[in-house]
């Protein structure tokens, strides 16, 4: 029977607390969701999505991206991260919503390639600074057409996951960078027109090493040849700070920069519309539901990719529905129908230009940058489609010269993996990835390397894979992981098969050289003393035995090339 | 130089772009990170997230919860879920909010334990369904005091993150649940005058084994003895469709219920404030504005836990701040000094009544169910705390008898984990998860089992983890898995050491009492051989001989016992 008691609560008292959790709340409270659990993290979080915002800024705009990343610390455990770009700049009138509110942005509800997908991070950059130190998010923009740039320093309201502006001015301003001199050239700034820059301070701490903003721009420099870096830090100097409270000065950094290997963008991704084989039975009752189309045949012909009027006049027939039937009223009863009749016709595979990939003569490049390889080669595989998204797997290998500047990679240990996604490199929750799933499962013994069972082969090699997709299916929100999808698992072990082999040809043919190098070293070392024979033998004179001996190494020279 | 092209955007035209992206299409379209990545995981999510609704609800307002969960299947691949609960109900006004827009709910702004604590999971569940049937949530709810029940239909209009209400009805109603009979006590329904039931129809993939609802109720069982449950399976008849459009009859499955085995329900855990300790700085600006005290001494030591109000006037001292100081203004200038301050003052830890373990006897009770075990024990430690968040660790190990009904655990397999956090079972992700990590970080062989390095120890044994926390971290949205923070691997690993040692005792004597049995059959076999040859010997009669037997055998207990 039930028990009551004097404390317990009732529906009425119930509902009174019930009330709505903004989205800013939520983020904030699980902000190791999106990549913020500790200061290290949310150092490379940061700089990761002002970054990625910078870098399709500048490609949607058709410009070359320049990006300057500076990072300087404040205090003892607080950092500025500034990052400033050469891109078209935000018009003012969207940069508080830009840069101080969670999920708002203009990549979420379009089918296109691009770094960022969601319309959260820097946003949660911005909060997660806000959180730990106070401070507001402080933008610089400037668009071509311009007089001033503006100068925009935000907050965001987490109860109501809305923008508050601190300071809104008008200002001269334009982007400048670091001149990179070549040979005999003098360096000088380069100054645009146009860009943006952003800067956050936060609870930070900075660290060298895999899991480091270094790291991270070094691999993106090799899935974007096209963009030119500069990069800074700026740390407090301990070394004087030995008398309790003296003053610790600000050590400013090198610029480091990175001209671009590539001078031309990459072929932009084109937008496309959903696929009717992707789209469950909700989302095209939604569409249906949307549609600015009259009629059932417009809708179908006109919303989805693929179907042309003569299929959407079929679906309909097969349907048995009305193509002039309103699109709306379909929605609410023949949808199941409509859906059913959809998925029992041929349709071709959704278009595959929405996919921007590197390319393999740019993978082999960045990577020869990477590491001092012997052998370098990479595979894109033909563009393919998961539930209706296409998505392209490329994957380039790199094998260091022995003794070479292999860098982090040695004979005895577990090759190294660099992972992207949307030319976006992923340091964190390797395990995790599809892609480590995916290199473990190939039997890399047929290509010639050691691999303890299940795990990665071992190895002085680099192996990179890259996945474009307009949706790629992450783990979590904070990007950092590929979810295990069979279609990709698949798709990346193929590209990887493909690279094994060539490796293992090379390393075959590597092998064999050796060999025959070791026989022909052995056979020549033994010439002069059966040349000193023969002399004895067949009673020679010196210059008889000199003629064998070149003789004999000729003839050994020739039976190498045949080995 | 920048290159522009025609096709290119534009500051102006990105601007046009952009938009608010409402919270459901966010989760629409990343349903994977709710724990809808496939059909067989979102039947699992979905009876999960209404039956810890349901538990919440009934512990909350002091009632014994007696549940029944039902799945039918309705398609191919279509189930409806339906959870009926004797909780307290839930007021008209707040059923569509509660099961149709995400972020909705009473749980999130409290620091207090529960199972729900995000106000996602259900209506996530209803946006599954609709996403893939086109159906509405259904929902029956009657509170105590009134006389009709209403039920309620909703769907969420995803593009604004609302109810829209399809049905709303008022009708006699009343939750009756299949009667559990006892020995020679007829089964009768039971029947309460309040409670909710929600019916979900999805598309879905019915299971057994590890991963399966089944699974999961069973595990719920034994972290909450106080649960009453029924559950029943009814599924399409395939058998006898061969015949092309023959229909396929449902075939209802049997009731299959558990008595409740504790009489009581678990302690009700108390709502706390944030500690000090806990708060970051950002957190601590925010409460100075929303404070309803006038005081700088007074938002002290009444919004944070552990703060007298003579603490209250040390830390202002310390602060070089006026105690009478208004918040709101100290939020906005010397919240930095205050905080420091806070942080440099000794405070008692946070409280810990916030939580509600389940306790040692009533762990050892569950296993005892799961696993016919010669050694059962269990450790629940005391409260510690985590970035202000007090938490606390159960573990509970059960090791099989030998030939017993040891289920699922082999002695050359792995132990089986069952991991819980605020008595809510976690079934996947467990390699992700800080309760692995912790199990597989202790070194076993010290206490009598296998173990393959860095890995789970083998044997035929049961570890059950549980995690109560006012906040657990986990490492996503769907709440499988423990995000690994080495406070809780700590304390996660003290507990299993202790339930380890124990074991180990357990074993040992084990060994000793097997050995010592292996010596006393040894002897026992030649006390016949020996008798007879000191009869020969001392010309005993037939009756010494069985005396000097007697004898002996006495003798050999004796001993035994004192091996």
Redesign the interface.
């Known amino acids: 029977m039930?028990?009551?008691?004097a404390?317990?609560?009732?529906?009425?008292t119930?509902?009174r607390?019930?009330?709505?959790?903004?989205?800013s709340?939520?983020f904030l409270?699980?902000r190791?969701?999106l990549g913020f659990?500790n200061p290290r993290k949310a150092l490379l979080t940061t700089v990761k999505e002002a970054v990625d915002n910078s870098l399709d800024?500048c490609e949607?705009?058709?410009?070359?991206p320049e990006l300057s990343v500076e990072i300087t610390q404040t205090g003892e455990k607080r950092f500025r991260v500034t990052v400033m770009d050469?891109g078209?700049?935000?018009?003012r009138?969207?940069v508080p919503?830009?840069f101080a509110?969670l999920?708002?942005?203009?990549k979420?509800?379009?089918l296109r390639m691009s770094r960022g997908q969601?319309?959260i991070g820097i946003s949660a950059a911005g909060m997660y600074g806000?959180?730990?130190?106070?401070t507001a998010t402080r933008i610089l923009s400037k668009?071509?057409r311009g007089k001033l740039a503006h100068h925009i320093e935000v907050q965001i309201d987490?109860r109501k996951n809305t923008p508050t502006i601190l300071k809104d001015a008008e200002l001269e301003w334009a982007p400048s960078f670091p001149g990179i001199g070549g040979e005999g050239v003098p360096a000088e700034p380069r100054v645009?027109?146009?860009g943006t820059s952003v800067a956050i301070e936060m609870e930070a701490h900075y660290v060298r090493g895999r899991l480091s903003v270094d790291e991270y721009l070094r691999q993106c420099l090799v899935a974007n040849p096209h963009l030119q870096l500069h990069y800074r830090v700026n740390l407090l100097d301990k070394e004087i700070d030995n008398e309790g409270q003296a003053t610790t000065p600000l050590v400013e950094g090198q610029w480091v920069s990175w001209k671009r290997t590539a001078e031309a963008?990459p072929k932009?991704p084109v937008e496309i519309k959903p696929h009717p084989h992707g789209v469950?039975?909700?989302?095209m009752?939604?569409m249906l539901r949307d549609t600015e189309s009259r009629t059932l045949r417009g809708v179908l012909s006109e919303d989805f990719s693929r179907v042309s009027s003569q299929t959407a006049l079929d679906i309909c027939t097969r349907a048995g529905l009305d193509a002039k039937a309103n699109p709306r009223r379909i929605a609410s009863r023949e949808?199941?129908t409509l859906y059913k009749a959809v998925n029992e016709t041929k349709l071709m595979r959704p278009p595959t230009d929405c996919l921007s990939c590197i390319g393999e003569p740019l993978i082999v490049a960045g990577l020869s940058k990477e590491i001092d390889a012997e052998f370098c080669t990479a595979v894109t595989r033909d563009p393919t489609v998961y539930r209706g998204n296409p998505f392209q797997v490329e994957v380039g290998i790199a094998y260091a010269r022995p003794g070479g500047g292999g860098g982090e990679t040695a004979a005895d240990e577990p090759v190294r993996v660099m992972r992207f996604a949307n030319r976006v490199p992923l340091l964190y929750m390797a395990?995790?990835c599809a892609v480590t799933k995916a290199i473990c499962g190939v039997n890399w013994k047929n290509y010639g390397l050691a691999q303890p069972r299940g795990s990665l082969p071992l190895g002085p090699m680099v192996v990179m894979v890259h996945i474009a997709s307009v949706?790629v299916?992450f783990?979590?929100?904070s990007k950092e992981a590929i979810?295990h999808y069979p279609e990709m698992i698949r798709e990346i072990g193929f590209a990887v098969q493909e690279c094994g082999r060539r490796l293992s040809v090379h390393l075959h043919r590597r092998h064999r050289e050796a060999e025959a190098e070791r026989k022909r070293s052995y056979i020549e070392k033994y010439i002069p003393h059966l040349a000193l024979g023969l002399k004895d033998v067949l009673n020679l004179t010196d210059r008889d035995e000199g003629r064998v001996v070149d003789h004999l190494r000729r003839m050994l020279e020739r039976t190498h090339l045949e080995v």
Not at 2 to 5: D, I, L, T
Not at 17 to 23: G, K, L, M, P
Not at 103 to 106: E, F, K, P, W
């Open positions: 039930p028990r009551s008691n404390s317990s609560a009732n529906a009425e119930m509902a607390q019930q009330r709505e959790i903004s989205v709340e939520f409270k699980n190791h969701l659990d800024a949607e705009a058709g410009l070359l050469n078209p700049g935000v018009v009138a969207q919503r830009i509110k999920l708002y942005g203009s979420f509800h379009r969601q319309g806000q959180l730990t130190t106070g668009v071509p987490t645009y027109s146009h963008l932009p469950e039975l909700g989302m009752m939604q949808v199941e395990g995790a949706w299916p783990t979590s929100e979810a």
